[in-house]
């Protein structure tokens, strides 16, 4: 999987944060590497912890909370 976190306001606005790695939604909790970004986090490097609070089988619907941690210069 690949996702981007795009700040839109406030000290980090048009800073993007860039995560690669497997998601597999059906683990409750897993690890992907924070791989750089834009910006303020051009050489940004951390881990992001999802946790899958719901998921739908049927509809493939989930509800997934998010916590980044990066370390920036």
Same mark, same amino acid.
């Given at each position: 999987? !690949?996702?981007?976190?795009?700040?839109?306001?406030?000290?980090?606005? =048009? $800073?993007?944060?860039?995560?690669?790695? /497997?998601?597999? !939604?059906?683990?409750?909790?897993?690890?992907?590497?924070?791989?750089? =970004? $834009?910006?303020?986090?051009?050489?940004? /490097?951390?881990? !992001?912890?999802?946790?899958?609070?719901?998921?739908?089988?049927?509809? =493939?619907?989930?509800?997934?909370?998010?916590?980044?941690?990066?370390?920036?210069?």
């Amino acid at each position: 999987m !690949v996702m981007n976190f795009a700040f839109k306001t406030g000290k980090y606005n =048009g $800073s993007t944060i860039t995560i690669l790695g /497997r998601n597999a !939604v059906l683990t409750k909790v897993r690890e992907m590497p924070v791989i750089g =970004g $834009s910006g303020l986090f051009r050489f940004a /490097r951390g881990y !992001v912890e999802a946790r899958t609070m719901w998921f739908d089988l049927k509809s =493939g619907d989930a509800t997934v909370e998010y916590s980044c941690y990066v370390l920036h210069y």
